[in-house]
């Protein structure tokens, strides 16, 4: 295990951050656009909150630009729960994530569901103390974004939709390519790397330990607390839930059933009786009837 | 059911990190299971309890019907090794918070002591047990003991404050000895009881 590889050459303000993602696991972040759904969160179990301007379902259904919340509202979410609070910036927009470092959140997304604001490049989060989570949707974006400095990948699934089958697909491509790499001779691992477009030093890492260097949660399409147990059980560390909760009838039970699969994700017995009348699930949209320019998958570079 | 089982509160948190590091300190000799039903905990001989957020694990062992029982086995002499979160949820008393808490161990501490996030921090930890001796401390929106009742002993202090302490069969520290490479904490923590 002591080998020289790429995560056992970083700064040690990385492996904090990465220490605090360690911290996360086995829990629900649940998205948030007020100090008042943040404490119905936390008193569900939420093991952090996410600060958005607009939950991706009202993104989707109102359209214009999606950007950073309001400064004001996640001072006033940090103060209202003792939990982590994470919230999201642009993709590529670094002065976001600068003002949202001087805020003091614990964690940023560099979210896809938010509009992006470079067409190219994202953050080069090294240069952060803040810790950033990305989404991928395969193996190349995550290990590209870890190269960048995320201290955290999830996958993306398709925000605001309510349905789970992109989060399935895109859990399942990253833990395909990571069973294949580590079935390649090491003389193939160059024209891997090339081929995922993914830094070679990472895939290295990635072939030899068969895991990514830092905790992988799932997002994108969590409305159910069976839908957070099937994350779970395909190999998420934890749930993140964005629509799920506050687009439902009854976001306390609902967002209180989903941290109880969390832990009992192996346990269906479990599931059965926390599954149960938890009121309308949030209406959500179907994967088929959405346009390839509809999807905010995509976005990210 | 194994005399010598170590169990892991798997409610929330770095626990697999905590089950890697009891791996590495017995070269996977040691018999480890994640407790996350009341039946788990009366299957173990001593408990781990890991970071990550102290509400949460308070709030599902009153959900899923552990709460009373850990508090009991821990009376009874249960051994018990608690990291960050689990410090608070171990205390007697937490500044400024009416959370849940097992109230078995006789320190105030004070929640996210340190700052948020980017406050976190590494440092070198000396503590007072030769097998272990200086290591590093991960602090990550690290608690601070504030307060120490009598019957607490203090194995290592950072900057003038407690930072890992015992009080009979309960060992809690306000740091990850589970983030380290090697697992000098636990290799003594699994020796020692």
């Not at chain 1, 939420?46 to 607009?54: H, T």
């Not at chain 1, 994470?86 to 994530?97: L, S, Y």
């Not at chain 2, 996210?112 to 007072?128: E, I, K, L």
Request: aromatic residues 6%.
């Amino acid at each position: 295990m002591e080998q020289n590889f790429w995560s056992s050459r970083q700064s040690e303000q990385w492996r904090i951050k990465v220490g605090l993602a360690e911290m996360l696991k086995g829990g629900v972040i649940m998205d948030v656009t007020n100090a008042a759904q943040a404490k119905i969160a936390e008193k569900a179990g939420a093991c952090a909150v996410m600060a958005l301007e607009r939950v991706p379902a009202d993104i989707r259904a109102q359209g214009g630009v999606a950007r950073m919340s309001d400064p004001k509202i996640i001072k006033e979410i940090q103060d209202a729960v003792s939990i982590p609070v994470m919230a999201k910036c642009r993709i590529g927009h670094f002065v976001e994530a600068q003002i949202l470092e001087a805020l003091g959140v614990d964690f940023i997304d560099e979210s896809e569901v938010l509009t992006p604001a470079d067409d190219r490049f994202h953050v080069y989060k090294h240069n952060f103390k803040v810790p950033f989570v990305c989404g991928c949707r395969d193996l190349g974006e995550a290990l590209r974004r870890i190269g960048e400095g995320a201290a955290m990948i999830r996958t993306k699934g398709e925000a605001g939709t309510g349905d789970i089958i992109e989060a399935v697909r895109h859990m399942r491509t990253v833990r395909d390519e990571i069973a294949r790499l580590t079935r390649l001779p090491d003389e193939e691992l160059m024209t891997a790397a090339k081929e995922l477009g993914a830094p070679f030093e990472l895939v290295w890492e990635v072939a030899k330990t068969g895991k990514l260097p830092v905790p992988n949660f799932s997002a994108g399409g969590v409305a159910t607390p069976a839908d957070a147990a099937l994350m779970m059980q395909l190999g998420a560390e934890s749930v993140f839930v964005g629509s799920g909760i506050f687009k439902s009838g009854n976001p306390e039970r609902r967002a209180t059933a989903i941290v109880s699969a969390v832990v009992h994700y192996k346990d269906p017995k479990i599931l059965a009786e926390i599954s149960e009348d938890l009121g309308e699930p949030m209406v959500g949209i179907g994967l088929d009837e959405l346009n390839e320019n509809q999807r905010i998958a995509g976005r990210g570079w | 059911m194994s005399s010598s089982r170590i169990g892991v509160l798997a409610l929330q948190g770095d626990y697999e990190a905590h089950l890697k590091a009891l791996a590495r300190a017995s070269e996977n000799a040691v018999e480890t299971i994640e407790v996350r039903r009341p039946a788990d905990l009366e299957s173990i001989a001593a408990l781990i309890i890991p970071g990550g957020e102290s509400t949460v694990m308070g709030m599902l062992l009153e959900r899923f019907g552990m709460f009373e029982l850990l508090k009991s086995r821990i009376a009874n002499g249960m051994p018990v090794f608690a990291t960050c979160a689990g410090i608070i949820l171990l205390a007697k008393n937490i500044e400024a918070s009416e959370q849940t808490r097992l109230g078995v161990l006789d320190v105030t501490v004070r929640r996210n002591a340190y700052g948020r996030q980017v406050d976190s921090f590494h440092a070198p930890v000396q503590t007072t047990i030769p097998e272990i001796g200086t290591i590093d401390g991960v602090f990550i929106r690290a608690p601070k003991i504030i307060a120490l009742g009598p019957g607490v002993e203090v194995l290592a202090v950072y900057q003038g404050d407690p930072v890992m302490v015992r009080q009979g069969n309960i060992v809690a520290a306000t740091f990850h000895p589970e983030l380290l490479p090697g697992a000098p904490v636990h290799r003594w923590f699994i020796q020692s009881f």
